[in-house]
């Protein structure tokens, strides 16, 4: 079953388009969702949750469609944006205590747990907390109601790496526990190398790919060289590349190996895959990023 079905998501700003973005994420699995500052993954969440409503395009939570069922569905989500901010005279316990009332499924000793494993001292004030903090408290609220679709938005922003990897497990353990699903946004790559199964990638607000983790990274290939082997039938082929006096490497559709033959080859990650896509050029040279569009747009309206 689809946790999480987009069809088709569309939303205009001057200068900035999101534009078609279409993916499933099924039960039982964590989607890295990937794209540079700009590209529109955070236009794409907010979209997809009618925070910002759009210009086209269906969203499906457990099947049934979002926009007509949100006060249903709502329960079902946990979700954690980057950049919430709290009150910061506030202790995290008075927080907690308003945000629980929303919850029919609030599970207060899953959410002991996670004050525990991210050392959290809920009787501090929240201008106490460092941003990583912050980030760890969002999260301690979305993983206590028992959500079966959790949302995250630059979730292991800010966290060093020791917490980063103990979140990942944490990540782990929710889907192993059965019937949730995950989807975080992240410019951390090296974290969905450790968790993902699922990778979306968007560009300049379009849809890249997105395929399970093994199919995305098949669709690629890192070739090197000498400079003199860079024929121009190869350079048109090539998503992206790098050269110097000394040679070049760059990234190639699996589809034209063929044109690799004499070459190094060999299977790139998904942050060499995300850098030589970028290497095309910058998405949208002169228009504004999403980020700016989207306030140009909240303005306006």
């Known amino acids: 079953m689809d946790v999480l079905s987009v069809n088709g998501l569309t939303k205009r700003y001057p200068g900035f388009e999101l534009h078609d973005i279409s993916f499933t994420l099924e039960a039982g699995y964590i989607m890295g969702f990937i794209g540079r500052n700009g590209a529109g993954k955070t236009t794409t969440i907010k979209t997809m949750l009618d925070l910002v409503r759009p210009d086209a395009g269906e969203v499906s939570v457990l099947g049934k469609d979002y926009r007509s069922h949100q006060l249903e569905l709502k329960p079902f989500i946990g979700l954690a944006l980057g950049g919430v901010t709290y009150y910061p005279q506030m202790r995290l316990s008075r927080i907690t205590d308003v945000f629980r009332r929303f919850y029919e499924t609030w599970d207060d000793a899953a959410y002991r747990r996670y004050l525990d494993l991210f050392e959290l001292d809920e009787h501090k004030k929240v201008e106490q907390l460092s941003q990583g903090m912050k980030v760890k408290y969002g999260l301690a609220l979305a993983l206590s109601h028992d959500a079966k679709l959790l949302i995250l938005d630059e979730p292991t922003s800010g966290l ?17 526990e059965g019937g949730r699903s995950i989807l975080f946004s992240t410019q951390i790559t090296s974290d969905l190398d450790k968790c ?3 990778i979306t990638y968007i560009r300049g607000g379009r849809l890249v790919a997105s395929a399970d983790s093994e199919t995305f990274l098949a669709s690629y290939l890192l070739v090197a060289g000498r400079k003199d082997q860079l024929s121009p039938d190869l350079e048109r082929a090539l998503i992206g590349y790098k050269a110097t006096d000394l040679g070049f490497t760059g990234l190639l559709g699996a589809a034209d190996r063929a044109l690799a033959e004499g070459l190094e080859i060999s299977r790139p990650d998904i942050e060499q895959v995300m850098v030589y896509h970028e290497r095309r050029g910058p998405a ?5 990023t999403s980020e700016e569009a989207s306030n140009a747009g909240e303005a306006d309206e």
């Open 160 to 176: 060093d790496p020791v917490s980063r990897d103990d979140l990942l497990d944490v990540f782990r353990e929710v889907i192993e």
């Open 284 to 288: 949208g040279r002169g228009e504004r």
């Open 196 to 198: 993902a199964d699922f």
